[in-house]
């Protein structure tokens, strides 16, 4: 055989399987769906597909090439889907990024990369299990809240909740948020591009549960009185979804509290790492790699690192400058800001105010 022709066979052959690799290695790290929360919900609404094609739904759910087969095929299921997915996405990332504001690890996203994480997923640790949490919470919480709206056609309020005895208490009215719906179309959103039954597949699972339960955990009821002047004769509740902030608290306690496990593969489970750690419950975020300090600048990791970083003089705490900057102290730097100050009311309609001049000092790692 001539030798020259070898070379480019065997670089071809090098090629496939580095790209090959590559892809696995893709797949494997990333949940490319949070990439719709970084797609404007304006966008997903009036794409150019839409005016060339006479099923722009289909198009749009097909061009999203960041989904998996699961994951386009419910997409297809309401015109208005895709919107509200991306706008859990994003609720679910503005909460994580508002969690973690003063934390070392701030909850960093790139814009650009599919994997809007970042290296920060590779390892499987607490960050991977809070970002997992609150992604799934995010879509539930929106999905949820469009049912109650009407504006999917496929979902509605919770109906049967009106069964259930209130023992006289109040009669059921209003919109009750439809949990269970919410939950069983996020855990199949969300879980579509877990593999079960591997160390990442069972720990991400896991992780996008805990999220949904804190869901959960936030509803309450709500109830309006009805009757002459007060005497609220005739009470009418029904369940809501909290706040989103409330979920975002709730994981955010998780995640302090996380419980490290290690894969056992011949139980195919998530088992505690010591005989004496308790086991977690279904409510709890486990994850099973320790992660870095986040101190410094580390493309491996994810890491940022905290050079300057607003950090508070004052605190103890992980927001304080010596944990954020990591003993290597902080600079100051003083800003005079000017805002309106002693402001009289000029019958009628004048307010006239002073300007004041006050000193602010802020602290920023080195
Ligand atoms: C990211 O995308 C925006 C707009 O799409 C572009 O302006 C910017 O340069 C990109 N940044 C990087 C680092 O590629
Ligand atoms: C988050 O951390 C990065 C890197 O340390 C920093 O550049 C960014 O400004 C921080 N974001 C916020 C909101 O503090």
Redesign the pocket.
């Given at each position: 055989m001539n030798p020259v022709e070898t070379v480019p066979k065997m670089w071809r052959v090098y090629v496939g399987i580095l790209l090959l690799t590559l892809c696995i290695v893709e797949k494997v790290h990333s949940n490319t769906w949070w990439y719709v929360g970084m797609v404007s919900s304006a966008q997903l609404q009036r794409g150019p597909d839409e005016v060339r094609s006479r099923d722009p739904r289909f198009l749009k759910c097909r061009s999203m090439t960041f989904l998996n087969t699961k994951q386009r095929d419910l997409c297809l299921k309401s015109r208005n889907l895709l919107p509200v997915i991306s706008n859990g996405a994003e609720i679910g990332l503005a909460e994580c990024?508002d969690q973690f504001?003063t934390r070392r690890w701030?909850c960093?996203t790139f814009p650009n990369a599919t994997n809007v994480f970042g290296k920060v997923l590779v390892r499987k640790g607490r960050e991977k299990a809070y970002i997992f949490a609150i992604s799934s919470s995010g879509v539930m919480f929106a999905v949820t809240r469009a049912c109650a709206k009407g504006v999917l056609g496929i979902c509605g309020c919770d109906t049967s909740i009106r069964k259930k005895d209130t023992e006289g208490d109040f009669k059921w009215g209003g919109c009750s948020h439809n949990i269970k719906y919410g939950d069983k179309f996020t855990k199949e959103w969300v879980d579509a591009q877990e593999v079960r039954l591997t160390k990442d597949g069972l720990m991400n699972t896991w992780n996008n549960e805990a999220g949904r339960k804190a869901i959960k955990a936030s509803t309450k009821l709500i109830c309006k009185c009805h009757g002459i002047s007060g005497s609220c004769s005739q009470k009418i509740c029904w369940r809501s979804m909290g706040n989103f902030k409330e979920v975002g608290s709730i994981l955010k306690e998780k995640f302090d509290g996380a419980s490290q496990v290690k894969f056992s593969k011949k139980k195919n489970r998530l088992l505690p790492i010591g005989k004496n750690q308790k086991k977690p419950t279904k409510k709890d975020l486990v994850y099973i790699d320790d992660s870095p300090d986040f101190c410094e600048y580390n493309p491996e990791t994810g890491s940022?690192?905290?050079?300057?970083?607003?950090c508070n003089k004052s605190s103890q705490g992980l927001d304080g400058c010596a944990l954020m900057c990591c003993g290597r102290g902080y600079h100051t730097i003083v800003r005079t800001v000017s805002e309106e100050c002693d402001c009289t009311f000029f019958w009628c309609c004048r307010v006239v105010c002073k300007k004041c001049q006050s000193r602010v000092e802020e602290h920023f790692c080195n």
């Open positions: 990024k504001s701030n960093t940022l690192g905290t050079k300057d970083r607003l």
